[in-house]
Nanobody, 124 residues
Framework: QLQASGGGLVQAGGSLRLSCAAS????????MGWFRQAPGKEREVVAA????????YYADSVKGRFTVSRDNAKNTVYLQMNRLKPEDTAVYYC???????????????????WGQGTLVTVSS
């Protein structure tokens, strides 16, 4: 029901835009999160956005470089990633939840629906 896309190989300093398209149901009322998991590391939150788009959250490691947005008419959430670094290399997942807010966006246990992941590789 959630399909992440847009990953690929990019050089350090480059940009990518990830998309997360929902199908089968509308996610307009859902908070949406982007998470990533690098090899040998735990999954971590990258960014999140409220159902209206009025509230966003960013991990400290991506603040100022990544921007999360959504288009509810298209049932799609985006993650614009600029000034990519090798340490951004990971599989990126999108997730949806009606049980998150500005205090709980980082809690992956609160998310009910997960996409399959898209690989981002940043070369140095």
């Amino acid at each position: 029901q959630l399909q992440a896309s847009g990953g690929g190989l990019v050089q350090a300093g480059g940009s990518l835009r990830l998309s997360c398209a929902a199908s089968g149901r509308t996610f307009i009322a859902y908070g949406m999160g982007w998470f990533r998991q690098a090899p040998g590391k735990e999954r971590e939150v990258v960014a999140a956005i409220s159902w209206s788009g009025g509230s966003t959250y960013y991990a400290d490691s991506v603040k100022g470089r990544f921007t999360v947005s959504r288009d509810n008419a298209k049932n799609t959430v985006y993650l614009q990633m600029n000034r990519l670094k090798p340490e951004d290399t990971a599989v990126y997942y999108c997730a949806a939840s009606t049980r998150v807010d500005s205090d709980t966006y980082y809690r992956d246990s609160r998310y009910d629906y997960w996409g399959q992941g898209t690989l981002v590789t940043v070369s140095s």
